[in-house]
């Protein structure tokens, strides 16, 4: 079951430090690993950048699901990642510079807790070392890279330490200027249990299904929901069982027809009649309904405060990275670096 978006997200990353630290703080290994058999494509202060390396910083940007993606999907999407990842490199050397030459650095300490963050955030089904494995990277050059992102961090912090939180001026002129931004759907809080019915079932197994169902709802009904939780944790084919037959908050297009006409057609507090959709039988009780509404400033306030400082953040780190541009001597390689142009 899909969750409700809300059109302003709730909290609003920096755009530029995504790009050059990134999620999983890999960015960086490459420039200690030219090839010079590689066609250079930019030379940044000496430091040249080569097609080898653009692609592997790509190879990395892409991660583990470069694997599941058709190939002439995944061409495209190495060509649409490559002024990225070139972009990216050219910044990440000039801040690597301004990191040595303001002597930033950071803890063992702090690299530690980067690396533990780094694991907890991994997938399940995807092993770091098994990751760097494919990768081409060993746990040294992963620890080094932390490092090498941690004190550009640090570098890129002292950047933006200054930007002023706005005023309530500021953000009130925010949400009159964007009210479609804070329309919020109708939505239901629901919970079900679902008996599944399989495509090798025969009508025989459908109506057997069907009676169980019935009778699981005749047990809710009697009890008025009481047991729901422990019904469903005992009954339900549903992962939700696991959370009492919690589905959460929805809103209208988020789930199939039949369930979502349910959903929202009963009373709150009321067990429903058995739906039946694609995926089986189901039991439903909506435990709340809110209506469409628009959220008063009072409760979007800290949002849209988080929204306009990160804005602040974002240009403060661009016009940063821009004026070490401008004091650098970057050199392209028009020739070999094929769709890349200048940063």
């Known amino acids: 079951m899909k969750k409700r978006k809300l059109t302003l997200a709730k909290g609003i990353s920096i755009a530029v430090l995504i790009l050059i630290v990134g999620a999983f703080a890999f960015n960086g290994w490459a420039l200690s690993q030219q090839d010079g058999k590689d066609g250079v494509l930019v030379t940044v202060n000496d430091v040249n950048i080569t097609r080898g390396e653009v692609d592997k910083r790509i190879e990395v940007m892409l991660g583990p699901q470069a ?53 907890e955030s991994l997938p399940p089904e995807v092993k770091l070392e098994e990751y760097l494995k494919s990768i081409g990277l ?6 080094e890279s932390v490092g090498k992102n941690l004190r550009i961090k640090k570098l890129i912090e002292q950047q933006v330490a200054d930007i002023a939180v706005p005023s309530d001026k500021e953000i009130a002129a925010f949400y009159a200027d964007n009210a479609e931004k ?18 090798e079932d025969d009508e025989a197994a459908k109506a057997r299904k069907r009676e169980k169902v019935e009778k699981i709802r005749e047990q809710l009904v009697e009890k008025k929901g009481e047991n ?26 988020q789930t199939v027809p039949a369930f979502e006409e349910a959903a929202f057609s009963q009373k709150v507090g009321e067990i429903g009649p ?29 949002r849209i405060s988080n929204y306009l400082v990160a804005q602040k953040k974002d240009t403060a780190v661009k016009e940063y990275i821009e004026s070490l541009k401008a004091g650098a001597t970057i050199v392209f390689n028009n020739e070999k670096s094929g769709d890349t142009g200048p940063a």
């Open 182 to 199: 804070f329309q919020v759907p109708e939505s239901v809080k629901v919970r079900h249990i679902l008996i599944a019915v399989k495509p």
């Open 138 to 143: 060993t746990e040294k050059d992963l620890r």
């Open 274 to 302: 058995v739906v039946e959709t694609s995926f089986g039988y189901h039991v439903i009780e909506v435990l709340d309904r809110k209506e469409a509404r628009e959220a008063p400033l009072s409760e979007m306030s800290e």
């Open 67 to 119: 694997e599941t993606l058709p190939p002439e999907k995944l061409t495209e999407i190495r060509h649409q990642l490559n002024q990225k990842a070139l972009d990216s490199m050219i910044a990440e050397i000039l801040l690597t510079e301004a990191v040595k030459k303001q002597n930033v650095v950071v803890k063992n300490e702090e690299i530690d807790q980067a690396l533990t963050q780094l694991k």
């Open 228 to 253: 729901f939780e422990a019904i469903a944790a005992e009954v339900s084919d549903c992962p939700s069982k696991s959370k009492g037959g919690m589905l959460g908050v929805f809103g209208r297009g």
